[in-house]
C-alpha cells in the first residue's frame, strides 16, 4: 500500500513538472498570440475606397482614375442613403428649417431692393411683398416650433392657403409654401412632442455617418487627417454599422439588482419611412457604398503616420529602433569583444579579473531604469552638453543602451573565445605568430559565430528595451530620425504611447497592436537567428 | 601563416634575416616590441575597465543626482514615511508605500514562478531526454527574449480588460495582474540558472539515493534540490532582480496608485512600485528640482536593493561551484 502511494506520489510530481512546462509554453502562446493575430491586421486586411482614397490623399500612392471611377460607383449607392437621411433630419432639424425660411426671406430682401433701384418696382409695391412674405415666414416658424399637431397643422394649412402666395410666385420666397407642403408631410408621420429626442438621435446618426463614409462633398475639409476619411477598413466600417443599427442602453431588471445592458435596433427610436429606408441601406448595401477588397498594406512599415497614429505605419519608429541599436552595437561590440579577449588571454591576476568580474555581473544586474537614470545624469546632463549636445538625443539613448548590453556581448564572446580548441592557438604560436596574430588571425575566426549569437542577442535586447531610452533619446511626436544628436520616435516607446498615453489610440486598435507586433517580430526574428546559429555551431564543435 | 604560404618570398636576404632572428627576444634587443607588447596590454587593460568605470559612474552619479535630497533634510523621511507628495506644499518624500508596492509584486509573482520554474528546471534535468529538452529551451529563450514593454502592452490591453471582465475587479490593472506578467518574466531566469544548478548535482548522488531504493520524484525533492539548494537559491534571487528591477510592465499594469493595498491580502487593488514612480514622475519633474532628487534617491534605493541582491547571488552561486567541484560547504 505505502508502495503504491510512493508510486503515485512520483507519478503525480512528474506530471505536476510536465504541466509547468506545458504552462511556460501556454504563456508564450496566450501572450503572443493576441499580439500577433491584431497586430496582422495592421498590415492585412479588407480596405475600403476610403482607405484607397486615404493612401491616394495622404500618401499620394494609387490610381487617381481608378480610384474617381470607384468614387463614382460609391457615390450612385450612397446617394439613397443620403437622401433618405437628408429627407428625415430635414423634419427634425428644427434650425435647419428655420434657417431656410429665413434664407428665403433674406434672398427676397436682396432681390426687391435690386427691382427697386432698377426702377421696376414701385416703393409701395415691394414693401407690401415684404409684409406678405414676412407674415408667411412667421407663421411657418410659428408651425415649426410647435409642439402640438393640431397647431402646426393649422399654421401650416393658413401659409398654404395665403392669398399673398400667388403674389410672391416668382420670387425668392415662393420656396416658403413648398416648404410648407413638405413639413406638413412630416407633421403627419412624426410625433412632434418627441421632436427634440429624435434630433439627439439623429445627431448621434448623423456622426457616425460621418465617420463610415467620410464627410460630404459639400462638408468643408477637416484639419486632422483622421476626420477627412471615412472607415478605412471593413472591419472598421462593420462595427460602425453596428453601432447605427443598434443602441445599448441600460435597463434597470428589478429594485436592488445591477443595470443589465440591452441591445435594442436604432430603428425603433426613429420611426418613418424614410429613416427604414435608410437604415435597409445601411444594413444591406455597405459593401456597395465601400467596396471592400482584400489588401497588404505591407507600405506599415515604412509609412510615416498621421496625428496620434491614425492613419499610416511605423516608419519613423523602426528607422529610430535601428538607428538606436546599431549606434549602441557600435560601443558595445569593440568593447566587449574586446574585453572578453582580455578575459580569456591577458589577464593572470586574479585580484583585477574578481573585479572586473563582479562589475561585469553588478552591470548585469542593474535594473533598466536605473541606467534610464544614468543616462540622464551621466550622458544627457554632464558629458554631452560639453560637446554642444544638449537635450535627449540618439546618441545619448544609444550610450545608454551600449553600457546597457555591454555583459551580454561580454559574456556571449567569453564563452565563444574560451570554446576555441587549445590545439589552434598552440598550432599558431608553434608558426612563430605573436599572441595578438593569433588571437585576430586564428582565435577570433574560430570564436566569429559565437560571438555574433551573442551580438545578436545583445541587438534584440537593446531593440526591445524601453526604460534606459524614456529620458535619453524618446519622443512619442517628432519627425524621421536622421541626426544622432536629435530624439527620435522608436518602436518600444511608441507602442507605450498607444497604449496607455494615447486618446485617440483604442479607436484604432489595429495600429496598436501592429507596433508592438513589428517590434516584437524584429526582436524574435533576431533571437531565432542567434538559435539557429548556436544549434548549427553546436553541431560543429560535437563533429557532425 | 596561411597568407605567408601562398605568397613568394620577394627577397631571399630579408628571409634569411628572419631565419637568423633568435626565438626569444629580451627586452634590450628588441625594445620596439617589447614596448608595443606593454603598451597594446595597456591597452586593452583599459578598454577592458570600461566595465568598471561604467559601474563606478552608474554609482557615482546617481548618488551625486540624490544627495541633495538625502542632505535637505528629507532623507530620513524616505525610509520612514508612507506619504509621497512631492508637488505638495511643503513636499514629503516617504517612499514606504511604493517600496511596499514593489515587494508586493515581487512577492506575488515569485509566488507563481517559483513553484512552476523549479518543478519545469527538474523536468529538463531529471525527467525529459535530451531531444525534448532541446525544444524546450527555445520556448524558454523567447519567453525571456519578449521586450518588456510587449508584455507590458499584453498586461494593460489583453489581460487588464479580461481580468476586470471575467472576476469583477474594480480595475484590471492592479498588483495581482502585474504579478503575473512578472512571474511570466522571471521563469526563464529562474529555470535556466536552477536547471544548471540541478544538472551541477553529480550522478552519484543520484545513484545513491535510486540504490537506496528511492522513487524519482523522492530522489529530486529530498536528494538533489537540497544538494543544489544555494544555486536554486541564487535563481531565486535572480529572477527577484528581474521582478524587482522591471519597469514597462509595472508601470503599465500595477495601477500607480501609491497605498498598500487594505486589507493587506488583497492583490485586487493598485498599487505602485519604485520603478514605476520613476519612469512615471520624472517627465513631470523639472531639471534640478527637489522631485528629481528625489526620484534620483528612488533610484539609489533600487540600485541598492539590486546590488545587494546580485552580491547574494553571487556569493551563493561560487559556494555552489565550489561545492559541485567536491569541495566542502564552509
Redesign the interface.
Known amino acids: 500500500m505505502r508502495m503504491l502511494a510512493?508510486?503515485i506520489?512520483?507519478k503525480?510530481?512528474?506530471c505536476?513538472?510536465?504541466?509547468?512546462?506545458v504552462?511556460?509554453?501556454a504563456?508564450?502562446v496566450v501572450?503572443?498570440g493576441?499580439?500577433v493575430w491584431r497586430g496582422a491586421g495592421a498590415m492585412l486586411f479588407r480596405g475600403t475606397v476610403e482607405f484607397r482614397r486615404m493612401q491616394l490623399g495622404e500618401f499620394h500612392r494609387g490610381d487617381t482614375g481608378a480610384l474617381a471611377a470607384e468614387t463614382a460607383r460609391t457615390d450612385v449607392a450612397r446617394a439613397k442613403m443620403y437622401a433618405a437621411l437628408d429627407a428625415f433630419s430635414e423634419g427634425i432639424r428644427v434650425d435647419r428649417l428655420q434657417e431656410q425660411a429665413k434664407d428665403a426671406c433674406r434672398l427676397l430682401d436682396a432681390q426687391l431692393q435690386n427691382r427697386q433701384d432698377t426702377g421696376r418696382l414701385s416703393t409701395g409695391e415691394a414693401r407690401k411683398l415684404n409684409r406678405a412674405a414676412r407674415d408667411l415666414r412667421n407663421r411657418l416658424m410659428e408651425a415649426f416650433e410647435a409642439t402640438d399637431k393640431a397647431q402646426a397643422l393649422q399654421a401650416l394649412q393658413d401659409v398654404q392657403d395665403s392669398p399673398d402666395a400667388a403674389a410672391l410666385a416668382g420670387t425668392a420666397a415662393e420656396t416658403l409654401v413648398p416648404l410648407a407642403r413638405r413639413y406638413r408631410k412630416i407633421v403627419e408621420e412624426v410625433d412632434l412632442a418627441d421632436r427634440p429626442k429624435y434630433a439627439a438621435e439623429l445627431e448621434k446618426v448623423s456622426e457616425l455617418v460621418v465617420k463610415l463614409f467620410g464627410p460630404r462633398a459639400k462638408d468643408s475639409v477637416a484639419d486632422l487627417a483622421q476626420f477627412r476619411y471615412g472607415a478605412t477598413r471593413w472591419d472598421r466600417a462593420l462595427a460602425l454599422q453596428e453601432q447605427i443599427l443598434w443602441t445599448d442602453t441600460w435597463v434597470s431588471p428589478g429594485a436592488g439588482r445591477a443595470l443589465r445592458q440591452v441591445r435594442a435596433p436604432r430603428a425603433a427610436m426613429l420611426p418613418g419611412p424614410e429613416m427604414a429606408e435608410f437604415f435597409r441601406t445601411v444594413r444591406d448595401d455597405l459593401p456597395a457604398m465601400l467596396q471592400p477588397r482584400a489588401t497588404f498594406y505591407w507600405q506599415y512599415l515604412t509609412d510615416n503616420s498621421t496625428t496620434g497614429h491614425f492613419f499610416g505605419g511605423v516608419g519613423p519608429e523602426a528607422l529610430g529602433t535601428l538607428l538606436l541599436t546599431v549606434l549602441a552595437m557600435l560601443l558595445a561590440v569593440?568593447?566587449g569583444v574586446?574585453?572578453a579577449?582580455?578575459?580569456v588571454e591577458?589577464?593572470r591576476e586574479s585580484h583585477?579579473l574578481r573585479?572586473?568580474r563582479?562589475?561585469?555581473?553588478?552591470?548585469a544586474?542593474?535594473?533598466?531604469?536605473?541606467?534610464?537614470?544614468?543616462g540622464?545624469?551621466?550622458f544627457v546632463?554632464?558629458l554631452l552638453p560639453k560637446f554642444g549636445v544638449r537635450g535627449v538625443s540618439v546618441l545619448a539613448g544609444s550610450l545608454t543602451l551600449g553600457?546597457l548590453v555591454?555583459?551580454v556581448v561580454?559574456r556571449a564572446s567569453e564563452e565563444a573565445i574560451r570554446a576555441v580548441p587549445m590545439s589552434y592557438k598552440e598550432a599558431?604560436l608553434a608558426?612563430?605568430?605573436g599572441?595578438?596574430?593569433t588571437f585576430v588571425?586564428v582565435t577570433l575566426p574560430a570564436a566569429l559565430p559565437g560571438i555574433l549569437t551573442g551580438v545578436i542577442?545583445a541587438m534584440?535586447?537593446a531593440?526591445?528595451?524601453?526604460?534606459p531610452i524614456?529620458?535619453t533619446a524618446a519622443v512619442a511626436v517628432g519627425p524621421w530620425p536622421g541626426s544622432p544628436f536629435k530624439p527620435c520616435r522608436t518602436l518600444?516607446y511608441g507602442?507605450?504611447d498607444l497604449?496607455?498615453g494615447d486618446r485617440i489610440a483604442p479607436e484604432v486598435?489595429h495600429n496598436?497592436?501592429g507596433m508592438?507586433l513589428v517590434?516584437?517580430l524584429l526582436?524574435?526574428a533576431l533571437?531565432v537567428t542567434a538559435?539557429v546559429i548556436r544549434?548549427r555551431l553546436s553541431r560543429k564543435l560535437r563533429g557532425g | 601563416m596561411s597568407t605567408d604560404v601562398r605568397q613568394p618570398v620577394k627577397s631571399p636576404t630579408t628571409a634569411a634575416a628572419d631565419f637568423d632572428r633568435p626565438l626569444l627576444l629580451t627586452p634590450g634587443e628588441d625594445l620596439a616590441g617589447w614596448a608595443l607588447r606593454k603598451l597594446g596590454g595597456a591597452l586593452l587593460t583599459c578598454v577592458a575597465l570600461t566595465c568598471v568605470l561604467a559601474v563606478l559612474f552608474i554609482f557615482v552619479f546617481i548618488i551625486k543626482e540624490a544627495m541633495p535630497l538625502l542632505t535637505s533634510g528629507h532623507g530620513w523621511e524616505l525610509l520612514t514615511s508612507m506619504k509621497w507628495y512631492p508637488t505638495a506644499e511643503p513636499p514629503v518624500f516617504g517612499a514606504l508605500a511604493v517600496i511596499a508596492g514593489s515587494a508586493y509584486v515581487t512577492i506575488g509573482s515569485l509566488i507563481v514562478a517559483v513553484p512552476i520554474g523549479l518543478l519545469a528546471a527538474a523536468f529538463l534535468s531529471d525527467i525529459v531526454p535530451f531531444g525534448v529538452r532541446q525544444v524546450t529551451k527555445p520556448i524558454i529563450e523567447l519567453l525571456a527574449a519578449i521586450p518588456s514593454v510587449a508584455y507590458g502592452f499584453f498586461a494593460v490591453l489583453v489581460l487588464a480588460p479580461w481580468m476586470q471582465r471575467t472576476w469583477g475587479l474594480s480595475t484590471g490593472t492592479n498588483a495581482l495582474n502585474a504579478s503575473i506578467i512578472l512571474a511570466v518574466m522571471a521563469i526563464p531566469t529562474i529555470v535556466s540558472i536552477s536547471e544548471d544548478a540541478l544538472s551541477a548535482v553529480g550522478r552519484d548522488l543520484r545513484e545513491g539515493a535510486y540504490a537506496l531504493g528511492s522513487t524519482r520524484a523522492e530522489t529530486l525533492v529530498k536528494v538533489v534540490i537540497p544538494a543544489a539548494g544555494s544555486g536554486i537559491l541564487a535563481a531565486v534571487i535572480l529572477g527577484m532582480m528581474r521582478a524587482v528591477g522591471e519597469t514597462m510592465v509595472v508601470w503599465m499594469a500595477s495601477g500607480n496608485a501609491g497605498q498598500v493595498p487594505c486589507p493587506w491580502w488583497d492583490l485586487g487593488q493598485s498599487v505602485r512600485t519604485l520603478t514605476a514612480t520613476i519612469a512615471g514622475e520624472m517627465g513631470e519633474a523639472p531639471d534640478g528640482s527637489i522631485h528629481r532628487h528625489a526620484l534620483f534617491a528612488l533610484g539609489l534605493v533600487l540600485l541598492a536593493i539590486t546590488f545587494g541582491m546580485n552580491i547574494a547571488s553571487e556569493a551563493l552561486l561560487a559556494r555552489a561551484r565550489r561545492r559541485s567541484r567536491g569541495g566542502k560547504p564552509k
Open positions: 510512493r508510486h506520489l512520483d503525480l510530481f512528474t505536476l513538472a510536465g504541466l509547468s512546462v504552462l511556460m509554453a504563456a508564450l501572450i503572443l493576441p499580439i569593440p568593447v574586446t574585453t579577449a582580455y578575459l591577458c589577464t583585477l573585479v572586473l563582479t562589475c561585469i555581473n553588478t552591470l544586474g542593474v535594473p533598466s531604469i536605473v541606467f534610464g537614470l544614468f540622464l545624469a551621466f546632463l554632464w553600457v555591454l555583459p561580454i599558431s608558426l612563430g605568430a599572441g595578438l596574430r588571425t542577442l534584440s535586447r531593440a526591445g528595451e524601453t526604460a524614456l529620458f518600444s507602442a507605450l497604449a496607455t486598435p496598436q497592436f508592438i517590434l516584437v526582436v524574435l533571437n538559435i544549434s
